[in-house]
């Protein structure tokens, strides 16, 4: 089931491979994820000293939240991989030119996960091609639905 998705990212990258990506959180963060309280939109993830992050990504806390914790909803967020998957990853981002981001937050075996990709950027034209391919489909729908009745 999906808790926040990344829609912007499909518009802006063409996505390679995709990685699930278990999340370090707080306590707080994990019952406000829960509320829906989470977004993705200006997300993006970082390869630091052999290890993977989450930045931007903003999580609200919920109005009861503890008065002795001072939650930060913007903080650096630790994503937990496989070791063969940081190096495949910081070896693509590094030489081919590919960047990390985040598409989907989902509940996995009840535990928070994210979905990462492998993405290259879309240049423009590639955005006006990917749009208006969309609108042929949707226009070939239409008809088809005219045609049946």
Request: with cysteine; proline share 3%; hydrophobic share 40%.
């Amino acid at each position: 089931m999906s808790i926040a998705d990344n829609k912007k990212a499909f518009h802006d990258y063409f996505i390679e491979e995709r990685f699930e990506a278990g999340l370090v959180l707080e306590g707080w963060e994990v019952k406000a994820i829960r509320a829906g309280r989470v977004q993705l939109k200006e997300a993006y993830v970082v390869v630091k000293n052999g290890a993977v992050y989450l930045i931007g990504c903003h999580i609200s806390p919920l109005p009861t939240a503890s008065t002795h914790i001072h939650p930060d909803p913007t903080r650096s967020r630790k994503l937990l991989l496989h070791a063969a998957e940081i190096n495949k990853l910081i070896g693509k981002t590094e030489r081919a030119g590919f960047t990390l981001v985040p598409l989907d937050m989902h509940y996995s075996k009840g535990r928070i996960k994210l979905e990462i990709g492998l993405a290259k950027g879309k240049k423009q034209h590639d955005k006006r091609a990917a749009e208006k391919d969309r609108e042929w489909q949707r226009e070939k729908q239409r008809l088809v639905r005219s045609a049946q009745h």
